[in-house]
């Protein structure tokens, strides 16, 4: 494992040309380019502020704040893997004429989306400081937060991707997964206006935590629990080792599958 580490390492380089690959041509052709990255999440906060406020009434105050510190981060979990499943087959011809770690696909293509995701998250500091919410010094431990979740979203987008390649119906499947996925996240409702055996269910899904935390930091102004910490970093790790291994046991027959 550490000898895979150093070797994917040494192809860093590539790794940054592919996220910056990715980054411009992804509104290469728009007429307002880099903008949508701030005003996709800012559109998507609007709608769901309209929908949860004036047709479902929510009793959170300052609901749009709530909403918008657990959207950003989720739409960066699911485009990592609703974009990241088919990366491999999508960058076949890499893959079968030249040689590097085919990790770095996956890697590169988590890594733009979280990039995205730190610019976005630009909508959600500025709200944040005009808001009633305000920011504190725990805005400081979101990156620690951040990390976990890209560790969650890398481990998920390396068995995706690997399994991907020998059966493609799983790219669709994945987006099937995530839509019912969004509903078992407290991102639009808090995790205690449900029943409690319900929300013990729901701690079992590793983006509770991350979103919780998300929450707690930016909307609370408290520390996540000693628990939450563990178990984030727990999921993400155990997730991350179990991608590589499936990943690492299938990367052997990419080149015949594509």
């Given at each position: 494992?550490?000898?895979?580490?150093?070797?994917?390492?040494?192809?860093?380089?590539?790794?940054?040309?592919?996220?910056?690959?990715?980054?411009?041509?992804?509104?290469?052709?728009?007429?307002?380019?880099?903008?949508?990255?701030?005003?996709?999440?800012?559109?998507?906060?609007?709608?769901y502020?309209?929908?949860?406020?004036?047709?479902?009434?929510?009793?959170?105050?300052?609901?749009?704040?709530?909403?918008?510190?657990?959207?950003?981060?989720?739409?960066?979990?699911?485009?990592?893997?609703?974009?990241?499943?088919?990366?491999?087959?999508c960058?076949?011809?890499?893959?079968?004429?030249?040689?590097?770690?085919?990790?770095?696909?996956?890697?590169?293509?988590?890594?733009?989306?979280?990039?995205?995701?730190?610019?976005?998250?630009?909508?959600?500091?500025?709200?944040?400081?005009?808001?009633?919410?305000?920011?504190?010094?725990?805005?400081?431990?979101?990156p620690?937060?951040?990390?976990?979740?890209?560790?969650?979203a890398?481990?998920?987008?390396?068995?995706?991707?690997?399994?991907?390649?020998?059966?493609?119906?799983?790219?669709?499947?994945?987006?099937?997964?995530?839509?019912?996925?969004?509903?078992?996240?407290?991102?639009?409702?808090?995790?205690?206006?449900?029943?409690?055996?319900?929300?013990h269910?729901?701690?079992?899904?590793?983006?509770?935590?991350?979103?919780?935390?998300?929450?707690?930091?930016?909307?609370?102004?408290?520390?996540?629990t000693?628990?939450?910490?563990?178990?984030?970093?727990?999921?993400?790790?155990?997730?991350?080792?179990?991608?590589?291994?499936?990943?690492?046991?299938?990367?052997?027959?990419?080149?015949e599958?594509?």
């Amino acid at each position: 494992m550490i000898e895979r580490i150093r070797t994917i390492y040494d192809y860093r380089d590539m790794i940054y040309s592919l996220v910056r690959r990715e980054l411009r041509g992804r509104y290469q052709k728009s007429v307002l380019g880099m903008l949508w990255t701030f005003l996709n999440p800012f559109f998507q906060i609007v709608i769901y502020t309209i929908v949860f406020t004036l047709i479902f009434p929510s009793n959170i105050e300052n609901y749009y704040i709530y909403l918008m510190t657990g959207i950003i981060p989720w739409n960066f979990f699911t485009e990592a893997l609703g974009q990241g499943a088919g990366c491999i087959v999508c960058n076949s011809d890499m893959t079968k004429k030249i040689y590097f770690p085919r990790e770095v696909l996956t890697i590169a293509s988590v890594t733009a989306k979280f990039v995205n995701m730190l610019l976005a998250s630009v909508v959600v500091f500025g709200f944040l400081v005009f808001s009633h919410v305000g920011i504190s010094w725990h805005l400081l431990l979101v990156p620690a937060v951040m990390l976990a979740e890209y560790l969650l979203a890398l481990g998920l987008t390396l068995f995706f991707s690997a399994v991907t390649v020998y059966l493609r119906d799983m790219e669709y499947i994945v987006g099937v997964l995530l839509q019912a996925w969004i509903w078992a996240t407290p991102i639009m409702y808090a995790i205690d206006a449900i029943p409690a055996f319900v929300g013990h269910i729901l701690l079992l899904n590793p983006m509770t935590l991350v979103i919780t935390s998300y929450h707690n930091l930016l909307y609370y102004h408290q520390l996540p629990t000693a628990l939450t910490w563990i178990g984030m970093y727990t999921f993400g790790i155990i997730i991350l080792l179990i991608g590589e291994v499936v990943f690492t046991h299938l990367e052997g027959n990419f080149a015949e599958e594509l």
